[in-house]
């Protein structure tokens, strides 16, 4: 059985990936998800110029069918965060560099910085939907979306993969930009805007009012989304959004995706998740016939 | 009470003052909590911070801490039927079996071990329990858990009660005495304290309660994680001797909010 993916130049050994944001403030934890966790890539938690705290708590509660976050991009800052990196590169799991940025000479600041960290691709949040000057502000903004990843691209040469929002009119238009501006990848999808009030109290429980909505809930439009953009862009997707069994990993690839990124699943099943969803991807296989990966990818479209 | 890891709005029940600067809230939350798990308590419009269990019966659920910032000033503030919300119960909790437990509290680390104690009593387990605090005024407990038969032991740094100095040399001085025989040791307090008594328990098994800063609590976000990816809100914060000795971190460094790591004070 040959699970194994391709994308651009990264080779992966599975096709599952911890999502940003997720275990992978510090060396350590991603550690603890290569060695015991069993993933075929890490993307680093999205990193910027200098520390941020992000929000104060409540930044994270569990509703009925998923997860509901407002972290606000807390991160050590790319000087400090560097020596995490340096310390899982001997581990030979392909890193992917997360990085945010307010404009197109931050990401380019960043890129250069990761590139020299040794990270194996990069991957552009923007994305994120509740913080101010970031992530989604740029990223719902088609031009925006094609300045940052021609200024990034003609300063790094390492694969770029760009993560959009489905908070969006139309993802389609914004990753049709991103190849055009020489992305490697499309990753979809970051989380859904949302929030949820406390009607006891009669306010909204996140010290930031609106967050991202993730897991199972979501799984849907990232769907939807990863369909969308097979149909109009030839470059290599990563699906993202609920996924937590190896059945909706195939959901993924069917609808275009080569890889899967794997976030608040971590909750849902532990950190050997991607253990279980890649023998679960083969089981399936196995019963349904099928010996590589590569021959389910976008099957759906009919 | 169908959400674990949503708050749920409760309303405080009572609160007393137990020491200087210390004070304890009791609320009504029906659901089970053992010894040495913890509490996300949302203040609304200020802040949401962990704070142990330092009470347990059926429906009434307790904290006791001690203020030092905007939340827990925030937080001594409130009086009975203000609300606050409460999720969890979080963390493992500890292991109480034995014939002899020590247990080691520094600062506001007996209000975590006090239920424990209170367990360990009412299994039958002798209690030898050592309390320490930067001065007199700010010992508290020390009645609830005589009235449980524990035998207690004081420090303080100042010596205005008790042995002056640190309640990790007082414990060394209690393990020396050959006439004490521990089958284990749980502590909860400053972690070069607990790193202290690490280093002088010998083979007598060890659990301590450690503090990482917290926001998730479901083992998400990767704040507190400590050593290999141990997350101090799913995986602790009670941790065995075996494991803490491999974790560098541990009595050395923390990370604040940004994920920056920084010295802990000794
Ligand atoms: C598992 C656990 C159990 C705890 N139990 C108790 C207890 O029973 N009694 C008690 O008095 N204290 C306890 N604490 C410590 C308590 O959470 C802090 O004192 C409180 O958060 C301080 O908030 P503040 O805004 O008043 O102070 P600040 O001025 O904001 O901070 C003072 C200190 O508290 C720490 N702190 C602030 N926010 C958090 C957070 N979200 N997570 C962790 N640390 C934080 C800061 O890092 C700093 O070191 C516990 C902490 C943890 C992790
Ligand atoms: C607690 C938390 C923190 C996150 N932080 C980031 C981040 O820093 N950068 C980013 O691009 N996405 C971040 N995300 C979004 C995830 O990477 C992912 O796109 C989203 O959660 C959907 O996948 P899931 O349903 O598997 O969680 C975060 C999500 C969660 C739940
Ligand atoms: S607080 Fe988020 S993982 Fe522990």
Same mark, same amino acid.
């Given at each position: 059985?040959?699970? &194994?993916?391709?994308? &651009?130049? *990264? ?31 890490? !993307? %680093? ?22 997860? =509901? ?28 560099? &997360? ?64 993560? =959009?929002?489905?908070? !969006? ?27 949820? *009030? ?7 429980? =996140? ?36 996924? %937590? ?50 021959? =389910? ?6 | ?11 405080? #029940? ?9 004070? #304890? ?35 009434? @659920? ?6 030092? $910032? ?8 409130? @009086? ?28 506001? $680390? ?24 930067? #001065? ?9 858990? @005589? ?79 400590? $050593? ?14 075996? #494991? ?14 940004? $994920? ?7």
């Amino acid at each position: 059985m040959d699970i &194994s993916t391709t994308i &651009s130049s *990264i080779k992966l050994k599975n096709p599952t990936i911890l999502a940003s944001g997720i275990m992978d403030e510090d060396a350590g934890s991603m550690q603890r998800i290569i060695k015991r966790g069993g993933v075929g890539a890490v !993307v %680093t938690k999205s990193i910027g110029l200098t520390a941020r705290r992000g929000y104060p708590n409540p930044t994270v509660i569990e509703l009925e069918h998923g997860i =509901l976050n407002a972290m606000g991009l807390p991160n050590p800052g790319i000087d400090h965060y560097g020596e995490e990196i340096e310390k899982i590169k001997h581990l030979q799991t392909p890193i992917i560099g &997360s990085i945010y940025g307010a404009n197109p000479d931050e990401f380019i600041e960043l890129s250069r910085r990761m590139e020299d960290l040794d990270v194996d691709a990069l991957e552009l949040n923007l994305s994120c939907p509740h913080t101010k000057k970031y992530g989604l502000e740029i990223g719902c903004d088609p031009y925006l979306v094609r300045k940052i990843t021609c200024a990034v691209k003609e300063n790094v040469s390492i694969p770029v993969f760009i993560k =959009l929002s489905p908070n !969006v009119t139309s993802i389609i238009e914004l990753a049709k930009m991103a190849e055009e501006a020489g992305a490697d990848a499309i990753v979809a999808i970051n989380t859904v805007k949302a929030m949820k *009030i406390n009607i006891d109290l009669r306010r909204p429980i =996140l010290s930031n009012k609106i967050g991202g909505y993730s897991g199972k809930a979501i799984m849907p439009i990232g769907v939807r989304c990863v369909y969308e953009i097979a149909e109009n862009i030839q470059i290599p997707i990563i699906g993202v959004g609920g996924i %937590t069994t190896g059945e909706d990993a195939i959901e993924y690839f069917m609808a275009g995706a080569s890889a899967v990124q794997i976030g608040s699943g971590v909750y849902y099943r532990g950190i050997d998740i991607f253990k279980t969803v890649c023998s679960e991807i083969e089981n399936w296989m196995k019963k349904h016939g099928y010996k590589k990966l590569s021959d =389910l990818i976008g099957v759906a479209h009919i | 009470m169908k959400h674990v890891n949503l708050p749920y709005i409760t309303k405080i #029940t009572d609160s007393r003052i137990e020491a200087r600067g210390i004070k #304890t809230l009791l609320f009504r939350y029906p659901r089970a909590v053992d010894p040495g798990q913890f509490f996300m308590i949302w203040i609304p419009g200020v802040d949401e911070i962990p704070m142990s269990v330092s009470y347990i019966s059926q429906d009434i @659920k307790g904290i006791t801490f001690r203020r030092v $910032g905007d939340a827990t000033t925030a937080l001594y503030k409130l @009086k009975p039927d203000d609300m606050i919300g409460i999720r969890g119960p979080y963390g493992n909790g500890f292991r109480i079996d034995g014939k002899h437990i020590l247990f080691v509290a520094g600062g506001t $680390g007996i209000a975590t071990l006090a239920p424990a104690i209170e367990k360990a009593i009412s299994k039958g387990i002798a209690s030898t329990v050592v309390i320490g605090a930067k #001065t007199y005024e700010e010992i508290f407990f020390e009645e609830r858990l @005589k009235n449980h038969n524990a035998k207690i032991h004081i420090s303080t740094d100042d010596g205005s009660r008790g042995y002056k100095g640190y309640a990790s040399d007082l414990s060394k001085q209690i393990l020396n005495k050959k006439r004490e025989r521990f089958n284990s040791i749980i502590t909860c307090g400053p972690e070069p304290m607990m790193k202290k008594l690490l280093e002088t328990c010998g083979d007598i098994p060890l659990q301590a309660s450690l503090e990482r800063y917290m926001k998730c609590c479901i083992g998400l976000c990767g704040q507190c994680c400590i $050593g290999e990816g141990l997350r101090v809100c799913v995986e602790g914060p009670v941790f065995d001797g075996k #494991t803490l000795k491999n974790i560098e971190d541990f009595g050395v460094y923390r990370r604040d909010p940004t $994920g920056r790591k920084i010295r802990i004070l000794g």
